[in-house]
């Protein structure tokens, strides 16, 4: 079987970027990716995004992003699974190498936000729910992530500030990436007397949502150009699970069954058990989805995962390094955009790139990104090649 | 020739007896003590007709609270809502202007689609006007069971003395068959004239009254006319009665029109809820006969007398049967609504009724 | 605007009329074609008592658009006594604390409206601590 490499990383810092267009953001992160490859061709381009079609009021972004990023009449178009798009995007361009159909595939996530105001915004990313018997309630992403958390404090019996520890990580790491939306460090203090946004739920425990554009040049090893500067890092692993669109519907909500599926099938692919992996970028755009992807996972016991983050145990040179460039809490959570951020982020720390924040040694990567809370769940696995 | 007289010119009775079958009431939880208007408008505390009103919450309307007392009815009723052949709601407060109130209440409580479903308007007797339609209604022949709902989330200009005590709540009647009711209807009798005592014009907001003259003139005049007519035509008097229950703008109103058809402040007292609900317009008098209701014996005999501006009474005598023991308890009685209360502060009160300019 | 899908799901909403699945017996909320239990077709109607406990709740504070103006409004998970879990507000609550575990009753009130009140009101279920002993 060929391996499929990726030869190309590219993105823009996510932020509030009003001068910037959706299809600028795009073009630029595009570009660092191609450019990143040695100016490798691709045959085509897969998008993922969520919001485009609402709220840019622009659909058909396959035929908008190869005109201006100029890659000719190739086949593209977008992917959507909620917050897991971008994932879903770099899926499908592995599977078109797999099948012998394309040789080198250009990935693209990208989302807008920014454009309208936050509760006309947030009113849009409610599509990610059950809308008519979720969002029609009242309920939206980060009330679902508050209804989670409330069980999941209720039935193990922990204090409100259980899960401190995953921002206060997640805000320590962005202080190290130039790309990330919050470079600023997080204390318990502040944590503890944050306001709520869905009680229990608080303004730390949901990542900020951002504009953000992150692209991908995957092709086969063998079609990377003569004397490619970078250490080979491979895509060993997909998969991609989901569980019921609504909580619900789900026996136990707090299970992440699909995180499950999803991270055991992609590390199977990769013929790696997932406690090898040396650098998790798991979802956590709320800290209690971070927890229970944790536990899903079999990282920790049911109920204890907050003590890894309390414990330091996701930290860079820790035990399982995770978030490592600020996740989506700091990072930002550009949403569609967000899959194709962790991979960056992954091929980063494989590379040995990812500056002080870099994993010593690290070899594989773990990558995780959800539609919703696990209604979707897509992993993938990456390694870097030993060199001789 | 010499057309025989068939029906008393003044008394509506039916051929075939009719009754109530079921009741239901509906208060809202939030309650705005009168002292809290008064701070407002005067820097006192005092001078509010009530200690407070019922207000209702941001998520209610007239549709959302007939629904409930209607549920309440059905429970007492004990009948299957496709028996319904009317659901009829009179309310100043419809929610729309233009689409019935009643097909949603209808639809709610899982009424059938071949009923009647018009919405009432006469101001505060537009639910005893409902009533007697029904009564008509079951008492032809043409229905087994109807449904008549006197509603409001009533509206007072702020500042006006009607912000006391414009209130909401209200109570639905499922009429039916003299030998199932828990309440057999013997007659009624309405009394209307041209008196503009109290009116809104479309568009507008908060009604207009004509102050001291929506006393004499209006409430009393009606309210007497209509109750000594139905006395005297029953051959009645009031003290044949236990209970009477007037419609209550405020305290002082209905005790007074008592008392001049010769009742007691006892045979009052009971259904006169206006200190603690306040006026809730079209459910007033209604609201106040689901109280007595949930605490009349069999043979007790009741007047309802309801008034609406512009102007009108419908006044109705009933006989509580015993069936009233046996049913009341299925579902929340009026005083458990009235104890279900939580009290907010004017701030929170405009916000409720949405009298707050939200650009 | 969007008349037709709020009106085509109206007795469900206004009243928690469901599905009893014929091979299964199952109570499902909301009606779906196919029983999420056995696989079976499902299409029985059937209505739900309306009583149910809080499995959980969030006070929701921030809330999207459409929704701004009746916040803080609570959104629970409501665990209905025949079986399945419904998502709903919880009103009514004046000072009563919510918790897990509390019984909770269904009442149908307003569960959206056009600030500018030109559109059609959207009313629907929502819960209430049980108001009878």
């Given at each position: 079987m060929t391996d499929v490499v990726v030869a190309g990383i590219g993105q823009i810092p996510v932020g509030d970027h009003y001068s910037l267009s959706l299809r600028s953001m795009g073009v630029q992160a595009l570009n660092k990716a191609l450019h990143d490859s040695g100016d490798l061709k691709p045959d085509a381009l897969y998008i993922g995004n969520l919001?485009?079609?609402?709220?840019?009021?622009?659909?058909?972004l396959g035929a908008l992003f190869t005109d201006y990023a100029r890659l000719g009449h190739i086949e593209a178009y977008t992917t959507e699974a909620a917050g897991a798009s971008g994932a879903a995007a770099l899926r499908v361009a592995y599977l078109a190498i797999l099948s012998g159909y394309a040789d080198t595939v250009a990935v693209l996530g990208v989302e807008k936000w920014s454009d309208v105001t936050r509760e006309e915004a947030d009113a849009l990313l409610?599509?990610?729910?059950?809308?008519?018997?979720?969002a029609i309630p009242g309920l939206n992403s980060a009330g679902e992530a508050g209804l989670l958390m409330q069980r999941y404090l209720y039935e193990y019996n922990l204090p409100k500030d259980a899960l401190a520890g995953f921002p206060i990580q997640a805000h320590a790491n962005a202080l190290n990436n130039p790309n990330a939306l919050l470079r600023k460090s997080l204390t318990a203090e502040t944590y503890a007397s944050a306001p709520m946004l869905s009680d229990p739920l608080n303004l730390y425990d949901g990542a900020a949502y951002a504009d953000g554009a992150a692209a991908l040049i995957l092709t086969r090893r063998e079609l990377l150009p003569k004397n490619f500067p970078h250490p080979i890092v491979r895509l060993l692993g997909s998969s991609v699970s989901v569980d019921a669109l609504?909580?619900?519907?789900?026996?136990?909500?707090?299970?992440f069954n699909a995180v499950k599926t999803a991270v055991e099938s992609a590390a199977l692919q990769a013929g790696i058990?997932?406690?090898?992996?040396?650098v998790f970028e798991l979802d956590d755009s709320f800290s209690i989805y971070a927890a229970l992807t944790l536990e899903a996972c079999g990282f920790a016991e049911k109920g204890t995962a907050w003590q890894m983050a309390r414990d330091g145990l996701l930290a860079p040179g820790a035990k399982l390094p995770a978030m490592t460039m600020g996740g989506c809490k700091a990072r930002g959570n550009p949403i569609g955009a967000k899959g194709v951020y962790q991979a960056v982020e992954a091929v980063q720390q494989l590379r040995g790139a990812a500056g002080p924040n870099q994993v010593k040694n690290a070899r594989i990567a773990l990558t995780l990104a959800l539609g919703g809370p696990a209604s979707t769940a897509i992993a993938h696995v990456f390694d870097r090649v030993e060199t001789r | 020739m010499e057309n025989k007289q068939?029906?008393?010119?003044?008394l509506l009775r039916t051929n075939r007896k009719t009754g109530i079958v079921g009741y239901g009431a509906y208060i809202p939880r939030y309650r705005l003590p009168g002292s809290e208007v008064a701070m407002v408008w005067t820097g006192s505390e005092k001078g509010s007709p009530v200690k407070e009103k019922a207000v209702a919450g941001l998520d209610e309307d007239v549709i959302t609270m007939s629904i409930e007392a209607a549920r309440n009815a059905l429970l007492r009723a004990d009948i299957d809502p496709c028996e319904l052949r009317a659901v009829w709601i009179g309310s100043e407060s419809h929610p729309y202007a233009v689409k019935p109130s009643g097909t949603v209440v209808a639809e709610a409580i899982g009424a059938s689609n071949n009923i009647q479903s018009g919405d009432w308007e006469f101001a505060c007797k537009a639910g005893s006007e409902a009533m007697v339609a029904a009564v008509a209604m079951v008492g032809s022949g043409m229905a087994n069971y109807a449904l008549a709902i006197g509603m409001d989330t009533a509206q007072g200009k702020p500042s006006d003395a009607l912000e006391y005590t414009a209130g909401s709540g209200g109570a639905a009647y499922i009429i039916g068959p003299a030998e199932e009711s828990v309440a057999e209807i013997e007659a009624s009798y309405s009394f209307v004239s041209d008196t503009p005592d109290f009116w809104r014009r479309p568009e507008q907001k908060y009604p207009e009254h004509g102050q001291r003259f929506?006393?004499?003139?209006a409430y009393f005049h009606h309210i007497e006319s209509a109750g000594r007519t139905l006395l005297e035509e029953l051959g009645a008097k009031a003290s044949d009665f236990t209970y009477a229950i007037f419609h209550q703008p405020n305290p002082k109103f209905p005790m007074k029109a008592g008392k001049d058809l010769g009742f007691t402040e006892e045979q009052i007292k009971p259904g006169l809820l206006v200190p603690v609900i306040g006026n809730t317009y079209a459910g007033s008098s209604l609201v106040g006969l689901s109280a007595v209701l949930d605490i009349a014996k069999p043979g007790d005999r009741i007047l309802l007398v309801s008034f609406g501006s512009g102007a009108g009474s419908d006044a109705f005598a009933l006989t509580v049967t015993d069936r009233i023991t046996s049913r009341r308890n299925s579902a929340p009685t009026t005083a458990e609504y009235i104890a279900r209360r939580t009290e907010i502060n004017y701030a929170t009160y405009t916000r409720f009724r949405g009298k707050i300019d939200m650009g | 605007m969007e008349n037709p899908r709020h009106w085509r799901l109206n007795k469900q909403r206004y009243a928690l009329v469901g599905e009893v699945c014929p091979h299964c017996e199952a109570k499902i909320f909301p009606p779906r074609d196919v029983c999420p239990e056995c696989g079976g077709e499902a299409k029985n109607r059937f209505g739900f008592s309306g009583k149910g406990k809080v499995f959980s709740y969030t006070i929701m504070r921030d809330a999207p658009a459409g929704y701004e103006h009746n916040t803080p409004y609570t959104v629970a998970i409501v665990a209905l006594d025949e079986g399945p879990m419904v998502t709903a507000q919880l009103t009514d609550l004046g000072s009563e604390k919510v918790e897990i575990g509390m019984p909770v009753e269904m009442v149908t009130r307003k569960i959206r409206e056009d600030v500018e009140k030109k559109g059609m009101i959207i009313y629907g279920y929502k819960f209430r601590p049980v108001m009878q002993g």
């Open positions: 919001l485009g079609s609402t709220l840019s009021h622009q659909a058909n409610s599509q990610e729910l059950d809308y008519d018997y979720e609504s909580l619900h519907d789900r026996r136990d909500p707090l299970a058990m997932p406690v090898y992996t040396d | 068939t029906t008393n010119t003044k929506t006393g004499d003139p | -």
